[in-house]
């Protein structure tokens, strides 16, 4: 069996950190993980963390091109045998769904064929969780086969207690697996 490849999209969320532990423990089911960060990810945990923890090259910047035989973004989706976002961020939900492409994670996202798989764990206070425009958000997303990977009930880095703590790193690797079956 060829070695299955996915893209993990972080997006700006106090949970980007968990993005290294999702990245360790696909890797050590030997995953090929091509992480795309948004430039918000970035300021909660760096590039090279997650580069060295995947031993691939990390994504951050839609206008960079490091081989011009290729178009980055493209090349990307084309490869990927599933799309992961952990976490999703509201923002990164809302360009989604409105087909919104001014990062490059917005941009693959766009480009990733249909028959893809895709799943998203958001991952943010409560009250932007429940907030209708995040709902019909996510309800349009899955309208076009994305996967939920439902966030927790915990309590928040603001300190409210509620539904939107990202799901377990377990969770997510084991919907991963799951859906690569």
Known sequence: MKKKRIILGVSGSISAYKAADITNELTKLNIAVDV??????????????????????????????????????????????????????ANIIGKFANGLADDLL????????????????PAMNTQMYQHPAVQKNLAYLKEIGYHEITPRESLLACGDYGKGALATVETIVDAVIETLK
């Open 36 to 89: 795309i960060m948004t430039h918000s990810a970035t300021q909660f945990i760096t590039p090279l963390t997650l580069q060295s923890l995947a031993k691939r090259q990390v994504h951050t910047d839609v206008l960079e091109e490091a081989d011009p035989s290729v178009i980055n973004h493209i090349e990307l989706a084309k490869q990927a045998d599933l799309f992961l976002v952990a976490p999703a961020s």
């Open 106 to 121: 917005s941009t693959v996202q766009l480009a990733i064929p249909p028959k893809t798989p895709k799943l998203i764990a």
